[in-house]
């Protein structure tokens, strides 16, 4: 008689296109974040990208990694690796490194985008900073979406392993919470970065290369992670077919105004996004880096505040 429960021998056979599928979907999230990583770093700048879609994304991406290590199933696929061999075990918790890979490429931005966060000196007080991006959030507002990602993430760590250690029949439904709070997030996640880049009309330091990887993938992605879960994981693959429809818009919008808008420039052209308006005080400055050597400088244009005299 087979010692093995229904579960776990269901484990032990997982076959070759499951296991090939979910390590190709593990490289395929790594490498399509790898574009929107290098070219916030080579343009040392994150203008373009809207802070609230960086915090969207990446506390929906910490609520879909809570999830998925809540879920009852992945508790017993854990208890299962007792029972079965280790190329097995690790074949059937592919689908909680998918998401953590996701999770932490994700992150990943995150910190770019306060790092690199576009910043100026203001002309009468060098201590001030001036500069914001187009939704007229500043370098305050940025570490501020840091913080609050930091403290989310450690909530949710904490109030899991809460519930696992004096409430474990409490869960299902802290899973099926956080998987909802993901796809809530999910949904709304891009309509702050459509708003921002159809504002500017230029797709700024956000990465097209990653969207046409990440788009096309994610419904790959949610199928596997469909095939896996069954309907009962709902929550764990759902938010991921919101994403690419709501990518898929992104992607559109950002590839006409790049190419096709009466804005887009010629390849070589040093400028690379259009002029903002100050929203602390009106003032027309540029945030776009002008390219001088190497080094991208943010100019910041006169203003009414500006004094005539100014030291070199």
Known sequence: MDPLSP???ELASPGIFQPVLSVLIIFGILVSYLPQHIRIITRRSSFGIS??????GTTSGTSAFA????????????????????????AGLLG???VGAQWLSFFFILLLFVIYFPRATSATDPAASVSSTSSGATYRT???????????ALATFIISVVFALRQPGALPAWANFLGILSAILASIQYFPQIYTT?????VGSLSIPMMCIQTPGSLV?????????????WSVWGVLVVTACLQGTLLV???????????????GSASEGPDEQDATNGAFTSERPEVLGREPVFVEQPSEETPLLQSQ
């Open 7 to 9: 579960v776990c021998r």
């Open 51 to 56: 802070p609230y879609f960086v915090l969207l």
């Open 67 to 90: 999830n998925i290590l809540v879920f009852p199933k992945t508790a017993q696929d854990v208890a299962c690796c007792k029972e079965i061999d280790g190329l097995a075990c690790f």
């Open 96 to 98: 909680v490194v998918q």
């Open 142 to 152: 940025a570490l501020s979406i840091t913080a609050i990602c930091l403290f989310h």
């Open 198 to 202: 159809f504002r500017l009309r230029h």
């Open 221 to 233: 992605w949610a199928a596997s992670l469909a095939a896996r879960e069954g309907a009962k994981g």
């Open 253 to 267: 919008m950002a590839i006409y105004f790049e190419y096709f808008g009466p804005d887009s420039k010629p390849k």
